[in-house]
């Protein structure tokens, strides 16, 4: 059973442009969470989806971040006009929630550089 | 407010002695408590978790964590570190209604020779 994907590992991007973080759970997992690991501020929630919900998204910036879970294919988290305080690692992690179980699975994170 | 604390930053041990990362909670209710293990510019591995029932948890790589409800605490413990162990330990706990983890600050293991 292959663990939760992530890809790019790393993303380079200029001042301005657009992000796309892509988030393949686990197999039977429909719960996926969005983290961020910024440098001097540890691990912090980002959001929460379901397929084709939003559940929670508590700890996402007001602007120019989004996240969605398509029906089909993988959870994706779009930051628009990127900054340089976007650099950081982003972890998705998925869960079979709905089945009781709740534990989360990370994937190997995106490394975002912003320039 | 909730909260999760790791009280220490960095530890340092040598390689063959014990350790013991502490971690510590608020929160309104018994939530649910995972420890996990980040290696550098890796994604972290779940060591192990508490939901209820026995206090005293074994996990992977010969880890063990024990849930004290009176200290609001759940400390993890290895009894003999091997150098692979060097690495970032970060303790997590999530409400029993919410899915989101939030994490301790994380604490560094340094095993030296």
């Known amino acids: 059973n292959a663990g939760v994907m992530q890809n790019p590992r790393h993303l380079v991007r200029r001042r301005g442009q657009e992000a796309r973080l892509r988030c393949s759970p686990m197999?039977?997992?429909?719960?996926v969470y969005w983290y961020r690991q910024l440098p001097e501020e540890g691990l912090k929630f980002m959001v929460y989806?379901?397929?084709?919900?939003?559940?929670?998204e508590s700890g996402m910036p007001k602007e120019r971040f989004s996240a969605e879970f398509p029906k089909e294919g993988p959870s994706i988290l779009r930051i628009q006009q990127v900054v340089r305080g976007d650099s950081a690692a982003y972890f998705c992690?998925?869960?079979?929630?709905?089945?009781?179980?709740?534990?989360?699975?990370f994937g190997p994170g995106t490394r975002l550089l912003v320039l | 407010a909730q909260s999760v604390t790791q009280p220490d930053i960095h530890i340092t041990v040598s390689e063959g002695a014990s350790l013991e990362l502490r971690c510590n909670y608020s929160?309104?209710?018994?939530?649910?408590l995972f420890w996990y293990v980040q290696s550098p510019g890796q994604g972290l591995q779940l060591l192990l978790k508490?939901?209820?029932?026995?206090?005293l948890v074994q996990g992977i790589k010969g880890f063990e964590a024990e849930f004290k409800r009176s200290q609001s605490s759940f400390n993890l413990r290895k009894p003999s570190v091997h150098w692979s162990d060097a690495a970032e330990y970060f303790c997590?706990?999530?409400?029993?209604?919410?899915?989101?983890?939030?994490f301790g600050a994380g604490t560094q293991v340094v095993v030296t020779p």
């Open positions: 992690a998925s869960s079979p929630r709905d089945r009781g179980e709740e534990t989360q699975y």
């Open positions: 197999k039977g997992h429909s719960h």
């Open positions: 989806l379901q397929k084709e919900n939003i559940i929670d």
């Open positions: 929160y309104g209710a018994t939530p649910y």
């Open positions: 508490y939901f209820s029932g026995d206090t």
């Open positions: 997590a706990v999530a409400s029993r209604s919410w899915g989101k983890l939030q």
